[in-house]
């Protein structure tokens, strides 16, 4: 079984800061990418920021804003979220595509999600 832990959500004023976590546990073999998604009240989840081992992709809207990041030896990924605007507002889902161990194809597992709140 695993599990994708988040943290770190909360409310914060327009031109904050908040980091969040998501950290994967369970019988892994491997964690290919790592993702984070969001999605706002009456809208579709949409990609935030996505990390691979040779890369890093971001949605236009959090470019030079957001920076994603990973620690492989304790399959967490993080998302730094600086100068937060009110259209930020959203739950945040940690994404991961992960290996079992045991041979098993790779899978992909969501987190339960975290309220990132910005308003003064």
């Known amino acids: 079984q695993v599990q994708l832990v988040e943290s770190g959500g909360g409310l914060v004023q327009p031109g904050g800061s908040l980091r969040l976590s998501c950290a994967a546990s369970?019988?892994?073999?491997?964690?290919?990418?790592m993702a984070w998604y969001r999605q706002a009240p009456g809208k579709q989840r949409d990609l935030v920021a996505r990390?691979?081992?040779?890369?890093?992709n971001y949605a236009d809207s959090v470019k030079g804003r957001f920076t994603i990041s990973r620690d492989n030896a304790k399959n967490t990924v993080f998302l730094q979220m600086n100068s937060l605007k009110p259209e930020d507002t959203a739950v945040y889902y940690c994404?991961?595509?992960?290996?079992?161990?045991?041979?098993?194809?790779?899978?992909?597992?969501w987190g339960q999600g975290t309220q990132v709140t910005v308003s003064s």
């Open positions: 994404n991961a595509q992960i290996r079992r161990i045991g041979g098993i194809p790779l899978e992909n597992y």
């Open positions: 369970g019988n892994i073999f491997s964690v290919s990418g």
């Open positions: 990390i691979t081992s040779s890369s890093t």
